[in-house]
C-alpha cells in the first residue's frame, strides 16, 4: 500500500487500455460503425428470384454503397420475393424509374442490389416502388441455356 | 472388494462435499459485495497484482496468436483467390473463440494460480485465523477483493487480447503478405456484428472470469495446511481451471450461436 498513488494510477491505465480495446474492436473491427445511420428512406423492388440475397447485403449506385437490404419476404399473391431496402436520406435524387439488379460481386463474392438511375423527373421517396427489376442470374440456368443453344447450334 | 466400495464411497462424498463448500462460499462471497465498495483501495491494489500484471503475458500471446491466424489463414484462402476475406478470418475467430478462451486460460496460469498460492499460504501460516482473531473478517479482507479484481480484469484482458490479436493479424496479412488493406479492413467490418460476436464475446469472457477466479480463491481457502496441500491446490486451480473453460466455452458458444 506504499506505492498506492502509482498503483492506482497503472490500474486506472489499464482499465482505459481494456475499454480502448473494446472502441477499437467496436469501430474499426466491427459494423457498429454502419449500423448507426439511422437516417434512411426505404422503397421495395419484386424480384422472380433474389439468388443469395440477404438481409443487410449492399445496395449500390455506381458501385457506391448507398443503403442496405432491410426486409426479405415473399409476396402471396404473386408469388415474388419483395426486397424492401433503406437508402440513406442523402441520395433522395433517384429517379421514379430506377431500375433495380441483382449482381454478384467478383466470382464468388456476395450478391447486392445495383440501381441503375432512369430520367423521370419525380424522385423516389420513402414507400415507394421500384417497377423495372432484372433477378439474380442463377449458374445452372445459365449453364442450361448455353447448352440448349450448342445443342441447336449443331443440329 | 469392500474396501474399494468404500473408496469409491468416500471420494464420492468427498467430492460432493467440496462442491457443497464451494457454492456456498461463493454464496458469501457474493454477499461481501457490500461491504467491498466501502474499501476500493483494496480492490484496486488486487485489480494491479490480477490484472495488470498479466498483461504482458496477454499482449504477447494475443500479438503472436493474431499472426499466426494471419498466416494460416492467407495460407487456406489464397488457394481459393479469397485473401481478402482474411480480415473476417482473423476478427471473427479472435472475437468469439480464442480471445475470451485463451486468455481465460492464460489467466488461469498466470493469475489464478498466483491468487491460490497467495491465500493458500496466507491459511497455512496461519494468517486468516488470525484475521479472525482480531475480528477481521477475512473473507471480506482477502478473498472477495482478489475474486472481484478477477471478475473486472477479465473482460478487459480479453478485449485486449482481441484487439491486439486484430493488429497482429493486420501485420502480418497487409504488412508481409501484401492483402490489399482497405478489403482487410472493410471485409472484417462487414462481416462482423457488433452484437453477434463481439457483445457474445464478452459475456464470455465475463463468465470465464467469474468461473476462474472462484476455482482460485476457493482452491486457495480450501487447501490443505501443509505445503504440500497448497502445491497440489495450485494444480488443481489450474486443471480444473482450464477444464471448466473448455466445457463452458461450449455451452455458451452452442448458446448464442446456436445449434441446429
Given at each position: 500500500?506504499?506505492?498506492?498513488?502509482?498503483?492506482?494510477?497503472?490500474?486506472?491505465?489499464?482499465?482505459?487500455?481494456?475499454?480502448?480495446?473494446?472502441?477499437?474492436?467496436?469501430?474499426?473491427?466491427?459494423?457498429?460503425?454502419?449500423?448507426a445511420?439511422?437516417?434512411?428512406?426505404?422503397?421495395?423492388?419484386?424480384?422472380?428470384?433474389?439468388?443469395?440475397?440477404?438481409?443487410?447485403?449492399?445496395?449500390?449506385?455506381?458501385?457506391?454503397?448507398?443503403?442496405?437490404?432491410a426486409?426479405?419476404?415473399?409476396?402471396?399473391?404473386?408469388?415474388?420475393?419483395?426486397?424492401?431496402?433503406?437508402?440513406?436520406?442523402?441520395?433522395?435524387?433517384?429517379?421514379?424509374?430506377?431500375?433495380?439488379?441483382?449482381?454478384?460481386a467478383?466470382?464468388?463474392?456476395?450478391?447486392y442490389?445495383?440501381l441503375?438511375?432512369?430520367?423521370?423527373?419525380?424522385?423516389?421517396?420513402?414507400?415507394?416502388?421500384?417497377?423495372?427489376?432484372?433477378s439474380a442470374?442463377?449458374?445452372?440456368?445459365?449453364?442450361?441455356?448455353?447448352?440448349?443453344?450448342?445443342?441447336?447450334?449443331?443440329? | 472388494?469392500?474396501?474399494?466400495?468404500?473408496?469409491?464411497?468416500?471420494?464420492?462424498?468427498?467430492?460432493?462435499?467440496?462442491?457443497?463448500?464451494?457454492?456456498?462460499?461463493l454464496?458469501r462471497?457474493?454477499?461481501?459485495?457490500?461491504?467491498l465498495?466501502?474499501?476500493?483501495?483494496?480492490?484496486?491494489?488486487?485489480?494491479y497484482?490480477?490484472?495488470?500484471?498479466?498483461?504482458?503475458?496477454?499482449?504477447?500471446?494475443?500479438?503472436?496468436?493474431?499472426?499466426?491466424?494471419?498466416?494460416?489463414?492467407?495460407?487456406?484462402?489464397?488457394?481459393?483467390?479469397?485473401?481478402?476475406?482474411?480480415?473476417?478470418?482473423?476478427?471473427?475467430?479472435?472475437?468469439?473463440?480464442?480471445?475470451?478462451?485463451?486468455?481465460?486460460?492464460?489467466?488461469?496460469?498466470?493469475?489464478?494460480?498466483?491468487?491460490?498460492?497467495?491465500?493458500?499460504?496466507?491459511?497455512?501460516?496461519?494468517?486468516?485465523?488470525?484475521?479472525?482473531?482480531?475480528?477481521?473478517?477475512?473473507?471480506?479482507?482477502?478473498?472477495?477483493?482478489?475474486?472481484?479484481?478477477?471478475?473486472?480484469?477479465?473482460?478487459?484482458?480479453?478485449?485486449?487480447?482481441?484487439?491486439?490479436?486484430?493488429?497482429?493479424?493486420?501485420?502480418?496479412?497487409?504488412?508481409?503478405?501484401?492483402?490489399?488493406?482497405?478489403?482487410?479492413?472493410?471485409?472484417?467490418?462487414?462481416?462482423?456484428?457488433?452484437?453477434?460476436?463481439?457483445?457474445?464475446?464478452?459475456?464470455?469472457?465475463?463468465?470465464?472470469?467469474?468461473?476462474?477466479?472462484?476455482?482460485?480463491?476457493?482452491?486457495?481457502?480450501?487447501?490443505?495446511?501443509?505445503?504440500?496441500?497448497?502445491?497440489r491446490?495450485?494444480?488443481?486451480?489450474?486443471?480444473h481451471?482450464?477444464?471448466?473453460?473448455?466445457?463452458?466455452?461450449?455451452?455458451?458458444?452452442?448458446?448464442?450461436?446456436?445449434?441446429?
Open positions: 500500500m506504499r506505492q498506492s498513488r502509482a498503483v492506482e494510477l497503472i490500474v486506472g491505465l489499464f482499465v482505459a487500455a481494456g475499454l480502448g480495446a473494446l472502441f477499437m474492436l467496436a469501430m474499426k473491427v466491427s459494423n457498429l460503425s454502419l449500423v445511420q439511422e437516417d434512411t428512406y426505404s422503397v421495395t423492388a419484386k424480384f422472380q428470384n433474389i439468388g443469395g440475397l440477404k438481409v443487410r447485403s449492399p445496395v449500390t449506385l455506381a458501385g457506391v454503397t448507398i443503403g442496405r437490404v426486409v426479405i419476404q415473399i409476396d402471396s399473391q404473386t408469388y415474388e420475393a419483395e426486397v424492401r431496402m433503406r437508402i440513406e436520406s442523402q441520395y433522395d435524387y433517384l429517379p421514379e424509374d430506377t431500375s433495380a439488379s441483382i449482381y454478384t467478383g466470382l464468388l463474392g456476395e450478391q442490389i445495383a441503375e438511375p432512369g430520367g423521370a423527373e419525380v424522385y423516389l421517396k420513402e414507400g415507394d416502388k421500384i417497377f423495372l427489376t432484372q442470374l442463377v449458374l445452372e440456368e445459365l449453364i442450361g441455356q448455353f447448352l440448349y443453344s450448342k445443342a441447336a447450334g449443331e443440329s | 472388494m469392500i474396501s474399494a466400495l468404500l473408496r469409491l464411497g468416500r471420494w464420492g462424498l468427498g467430492t460432493f462435499e467440496r462442491l457443497g463448500r464451494g457454492h456456498l462460499f454464496v462471497l457474493l454477499l461481501g459485495i457490500a461491504a465498495l466501502l474499501r476500493l483501495p483494496l480492490l484496486i491494489v488486487q485489480m497484482s490480477v490484472g495488470v500484471l498479466t498483461l504482458p503475458i496477454i499482449v504477447v500471446s494475443g500479438a503472436f496468436v493474431g499472426m499466426v491466424l494471419g498466416l494460416q489463414g492467407y495460407n487456406t484462402l489464397v488457394d481459393f483467390g479469397a485473401e481478402e476475406s482474411l480480415g473476417v478470418i482473423v476478427s471473427l475467430s479472435l472475437v468469439r473463440e480464442l480471445g475470451p478462451v485463451v486468455s481465460a486460460l492464460l489467466f488461469a496460469g498466470r493469475a489464478g494460480s498466483a491468487l491460490t498460492a497467495e491465500i493458500g499460504l496466507m491459511k497455512t501460516t496461519e494468517q486468516l485465523s488470525g484475521m479472525e482473531m482480531m475480528a477481521v473478517d477475512p473473507m471480506r479482507r482477502v478473498v472477495a477483493p482478489r475474486f472481484f479484481a478477477g471478475c473486472f480484469s477479465m473482460p478487459l484482458l480479453t478485449a485486449i487480447f482481441s484487439a491486439v490479436g486484430v493488429l497482429g493479424g493486420y501485420f502480418v496479412g497487409v504488412g508481409l503478405l501484401g492483402v490489399d488493406e482497405g478489403a482487410f479492413w472493410s471485409q472484417m467490418q462487414a462481416n462482423t456484428d457488433w452484437e453477434e460476436d463481439i457483445l457474445n464475446g464478452v459475456i464470455k469472457s465475463l463468465v470465464f472470469g467469474f468461473v476462474v477466479t472462484w476455482i482460485a480463491v476457493f482452491e486457495g481457502y480450501d487447501t490443505a495446511p501443509t505445503s504440500e496441500g497448497v502445491a491446490a495450485t494444480t488443481r486451480t489450474v486443471v481451471s482450464a477444464f471448466a473453460v473448455l466445457a463452458l466455452d461450449f455451452v455458451l458458444t452452442a448458446l448464442m450461436f446456436g445449434v441446429e
